[in-house]
Protein backbone atom coordinates (compact mmCIF):
# COMPACT_ATOMS: atom_id res chain seq x y z
CA UNK A 1 0.00 0.00 0.00
CA UNK A 2 1.25 3.27 -0.65
CA UNK A 3 0.20 6.56 1.94
CA UNK A 4 1.80 10.25 2.07
CA UNK A 5 1.38 12.23 5.21
CA UNK A 6 1.38 16.61 4.91
CA UNK A 7 2.31 16.81 8.40
CA UNK A 8 1.85 20.73 8.37
CA UNK A 9 -2.15 21.87 7.49
CA UNK A 10 -1.06 25.43 7.28
CA UNK A 11 3.03 27.21 6.91
CA UNK A 12 3.40 30.96 7.14
CA UNK A 13 6.51 32.75 6.03
CA UNK A 14 7.37 35.84 4.97
CA UNK A 15 7.90 37.53 1.64
CA UNK A 16 11.35 36.87 0.84
CA UNK A 17 12.33 34.09 3.58
CA UNK A 18 12.47 30.97 2.17
CA UNK A 19 9.50 28.57 2.21
CA UNK A 20 9.18 24.65 3.10
CA UNK A 21 6.13 22.55 2.69
CA UNK A 22 6.73 18.54 3.93
CA UNK A 23 5.68 15.83 2.83
CA UNK A 24 6.89 11.94 3.86
CA UNK A 25 5.96 9.00 2.42
CA UNK A 26 5.36 5.29 2.62
CA UNK A 27 5.91 3.03 -0.15
CA UNK A 28 6.34 -0.79 -0.74
CA UNK A 29 8.85 -0.27 -3.29
CA UNK A 30 10.14 2.60 -5.09
CA UNK A 31 8.28 5.92 -5.29
CA UNK A 32 7.31 8.30 -7.83
CA UNK A 33 6.58 11.58 -6.13
CA UNK A 34 5.05 14.77 -7.34
CA UNK A 35 4.59 18.31 -6.04
CA UNK A 36 1.00 20.04 -7.29
CA UNK A 37 -0.38 23.47 -6.59
CA UNK A 38 -3.96 24.90 -6.11
CA UNK A 39 -5.00 27.68 -5.97
CA UNK A 40 -8.97 28.98 -5.11
CA UNK A 41 -11.84 27.82 -6.96
CA UNK A 42 -8.95 26.05 -10.10
CA UNK A 43 -7.67 22.28 -10.07
CA UNK A 44 -4.38 21.55 -9.55
CA UNK A 45 -1.48 22.35 -11.24
CA UNK A 46 1.59 20.15 -11.37
CA UNK A 47 4.60 21.40 -10.11
CA UNK A 48 7.64 19.08 -10.26
CA UNK A 49 8.12 15.40 -9.76
CA UNK A 50 11.09 12.60 -8.50
CA UNK A 51 11.50 9.75 -10.39
CA UNK A 52 15.08 8.81 -10.16
CA UNK A 53 18.20 10.19 -10.42
CA UNK A 54 19.59 13.35 -8.65
CA UNK A 55 18.08 13.98 -5.31
CA UNK A 56 16.83 17.63 -5.81
CA UNK A 57 14.69 18.26 -8.36
CA UNK A 58 13.48 21.64 -10.15
CA UNK A 59 10.45 22.28 -10.84
CA UNK A 60 7.96 25.37 -12.32
CA UNK A 61 8.08 28.90 -10.47
CA UNK A 62 11.53 28.54 -8.98
CA UNK A 63 10.03 25.73 -6.35
CA UNK A 64 12.16 22.42 -5.87
CA UNK A 65 12.05 19.17 -3.55
CA UNK A 66 14.57 17.37 -2.64
CA UNK A 67 14.13 13.09 -2.45
CA UNK A 68 15.48 12.11 0.70
CA UNK A 69 15.06 8.17 0.53
CA UNK A 70 16.06 7.28 4.04
CA UNK A 71 13.95 9.66 5.54
CA UNK A 72 11.31 9.00 3.39
CA UNK A 73 10.83 12.79 2.31
CA UNK A 74 10.47 14.82 -0.83
CA UNK A 75 9.94 18.10 0.78
CA UNK A 76 8.93 21.62 -1.57
CA UNK A 77 11.44 23.97 -1.16
CA UNK A 78 11.89 27.60 -2.32
CA UNK A 79 14.55 29.88 -1.73
CA UNK A 80 12.53 33.49 -1.51
CA UNK A 81 9.05 33.17 -0.94
CA UNK A 82 6.12 35.36 -3.00
CA UNK A 83 2.85 36.59 -1.69
CA UNK A 84 1.80 35.28 -4.94
CA UNK A 85 2.94 31.74 -3.67
CA UNK A 86 0.11 31.45 -1.53
CA UNK A 87 -1.80 28.56 -2.06
CA UNK A 88 -2.91 24.77 -1.41
CA UNK A 89 0.19 22.09 -1.64
CA UNK A 90 -0.88 18.70 -2.60
CA UNK A 91 2.08 15.88 -2.58
CA UNK A 92 1.27 13.06 -4.18
CA UNK A 93 3.14 9.19 -4.22
CA UNK A 94 3.06 6.22 -6.47
CA UNK A 95 4.71 2.89 -5.66
CA UNK A 96 6.54 1.55 -8.97
CA UNK A 97 6.17 -1.75 -7.76
CA UNK A 98 2.16 -1.13 -6.72
CA UNK A 99 -0.33 -1.78 -9.97
CA UNK A 100 -2.43 1.04 -8.69
CA UNK A 101 -2.90 3.77 -11.67
CA UNK A 102 -3.54 6.01 -9.28
CA UNK A 103 -1.67 8.46 -7.05
CA UNK A 104 -2.08 8.76 -3.26
CA UNK A 105 -2.84 12.44 -2.29
CA UNK A 106 -1.33 13.71 0.95
CA UNK A 107 -4.42 16.35 2.84
CA UNK A 108 -2.86 19.66 1.59
CA UNK A 109 -0.59 22.34 3.39
CA UNK A 110 -2.16 26.01 2.91
CA UNK A 111 0.68 28.02 2.31
CA UNK A 112 0.74 31.88 3.47
CA UNK A 113 2.93 34.61 2.21
CA UNK A 114 2.74 37.51 4.38
CA UNK A 115 3.85 40.73 2.69
CA UNK B 1 -0.41 21.05 -26.77
CA UNK B 2 -2.83 19.44 -24.57
CA UNK B 3 -5.51 21.14 -22.78
CA UNK B 4 -8.50 19.58 -20.44
CA UNK B 5 -12.10 21.11 -20.30
CA UNK B 6 -15.04 21.00 -17.49
CA UNK B 7 -18.38 22.15 -17.28
CA UNK B 8 -19.95 23.62 -16.30
CA UNK B 9 -17.83 25.49 -13.17
CA UNK B 10 -20.72 25.64 -11.01
CA UNK B 11 -23.94 23.76 -10.60
CA UNK B 12 -26.87 24.19 -8.05
CA UNK B 13 -28.89 21.51 -8.20
CA UNK B 14 -32.02 20.05 -5.81
CA UNK B 15 -31.80 16.60 -4.18
CA UNK B 16 -33.27 13.57 -6.32
CA UNK B 17 -32.22 15.52 -9.29
CA UNK B 18 -30.00 13.54 -12.02
CA UNK B 19 -25.76 14.76 -12.76
CA UNK B 20 -23.89 14.91 -15.77
CA UNK B 21 -20.70 16.51 -15.47
CA UNK B 22 -18.38 16.65 -18.81
CA UNK B 23 -14.48 16.16 -19.37
CA UNK B 24 -12.91 16.55 -22.24
CA UNK B 25 -9.12 16.26 -23.23
CA UNK B 26 -7.48 17.70 -26.34
CA UNK B 27 -4.03 17.17 -27.82
CA UNK B 28 -3.71 13.70 -26.80
CA UNK B 29 -4.52 10.03 -27.45
CA UNK B 30 -5.60 7.34 -25.52
CA UNK B 31 -5.20 8.99 -21.82
CA UNK B 32 -5.82 7.76 -18.50
CA UNK B 33 -8.69 9.52 -17.65
CA UNK B 34 -9.47 10.10 -13.61
CA UNK B 35 -12.72 12.05 -11.62
CA UNK B 36 -11.73 13.00 -7.93
CA UNK B 37 -13.99 14.50 -5.46
CA UNK B 38 -12.79 17.35 -2.83
CA UNK B 39 -14.07 18.29 0.29
CA UNK B 40 -13.67 21.52 1.83
CA UNK B 41 -10.83 22.57 0.15
CA UNK B 42 -8.85 19.78 1.10
CA UNK B 43 -7.98 16.18 0.20
CA UNK B 44 -8.73 14.90 -2.85
CA UNK B 45 -10.63 11.00 -3.26
CA UNK B 46 -10.61 9.18 -6.12
CA UNK B 47 -13.80 8.40 -7.66
CA UNK B 48 -13.40 6.58 -11.28
CA UNK B 49 -10.37 6.04 -13.61
CA UNK B 50 -10.48 4.68 -16.92
CA UNK B 51 -7.68 3.11 -19.50
CA UNK B 52 -9.74 3.06 -22.62
CA UNK B 53 -13.13 3.65 -24.07
CA UNK B 54 -16.26 2.00 -21.99
CA UNK B 55 -13.50 0.80 -19.63
CA UNK B 56 -14.50 2.03 -15.64
CA UNK B 57 -12.59 1.40 -12.66
CA UNK B 58 -14.69 2.32 -9.23
CA UNK B 59 -12.60 3.30 -6.34
CA UNK B 60 -15.73 3.62 -3.91
CA UNK B 61 -19.12 2.62 -3.47
CA UNK B 62 -21.37 5.82 -4.06
CA UNK B 63 -24.26 7.10 -5.83
CA UNK B 64 -22.34 8.12 -8.65
CA UNK B 65 -21.14 6.44 -11.92
CA UNK B 66 -18.76 7.10 -14.73
CA UNK B 67 -18.59 6.92 -18.57
CA UNK B 68 -16.25 7.23 -21.39
CA UNK B 69 -18.17 7.32 -24.39
CA UNK B 70 -15.37 8.67 -26.99
CA UNK B 71 -11.72 7.87 -26.12
CA UNK B 72 -11.18 11.72 -24.64
CA UNK B 73 -14.52 11.94 -23.41
CA UNK B 74 -15.12 11.11 -19.71
CA UNK B 75 -18.63 11.84 -18.32
CA UNK B 76 -19.19 12.29 -14.73
CA UNK B 77 -23.33 10.78 -13.36
CA UNK B 78 -26.26 10.53 -11.34
CA UNK B 79 -29.54 9.42 -11.35
CA UNK B 80 -30.63 10.71 -7.80
CA UNK B 81 -28.23 13.34 -6.03
CA UNK B 82 -27.91 13.50 -2.23
CA UNK B 83 -27.03 16.06 -0.23
CA UNK B 84 -23.55 14.73 0.39
CA UNK B 85 -22.68 14.91 -3.30
CA UNK B 86 -21.73 18.61 -2.97
CA UNK B 87 -18.13 19.28 -3.29
CA UNK B 88 -16.10 20.22 -6.03
CA UNK B 89 -15.46 17.86 -8.73
CA UNK B 90 -12.02 17.40 -10.54
CA UNK B 91 -11.19 15.70 -13.57
CA UNK B 92 -7.71 14.73 -14.31
CA UNK B 93 -5.87 13.02 -17.39
CA UNK B 94 -2.19 11.56 -17.62
CA UNK B 95 -0.51 9.33 -20.31
CA UNK B 96 -1.28 6.16 -21.10
CA UNK B 97 0.32 3.00 -21.97
CA UNK B 98 3.61 1.23 -20.47
CA UNK B 99 4.85 4.84 -19.22
CA UNK B 100 1.64 6.01 -16.78
CA UNK B 101 3.40 5.39 -13.78
CA UNK B 102 5.70 7.58 -13.77
CA UNK B 103 3.47 10.28 -16.17
CA UNK B 104 2.31 13.90 -13.68
CA UNK B 105 -1.44 14.00 -13.86
CA UNK B 106 -2.64 17.41 -15.47
CA UNK B 107 -6.14 18.69 -13.69
CA UNK B 108 -9.27 20.60 -15.31
CA UNK B 109 -10.45 23.20 -13.42
CA UNK B 110 -13.28 22.10 -11.81
CA UNK B 111 -17.04 21.92 -10.73
CA UNK B 112 -18.28 23.09 -7.80
CA UNK B 113 -21.90 21.38 -7.01
CA UNK B 114 -23.90 22.38 -4.74
CA UNK B 115 -26.69 20.26 -3.69
CA UNK B 116 -29.98 22.30 -1.93
Known amino acids: AQSVAQPEDQVNVAEGNPLTVKCTYS??????LFWYVQYPNRGLQFLLK??????LVKGSYGFEAEFNKSQTSFHLKKPSALVSDSALYFC?????????????FGSGTQLTVLP | SQTIHQWPATLVQPVGSPLSLECTVE??????LYWYRQAAGRGLQLLFYSVGIGQISSEVPQNLSASRPQDRQFILSSKKLLLSDSGFYLC???????????????FGDGTRLSIL
Open chain 1, 27 to 32: VSGNPY
Open chain 2, 92 to 106: AWSGGGQSYSNQPQH
Open chain 1, 50 to 55: YITGDN
Open chain 1, 92 to 104: AVRDLLGSARQLT
Open chain 2, 27 to 32: GTSNPN
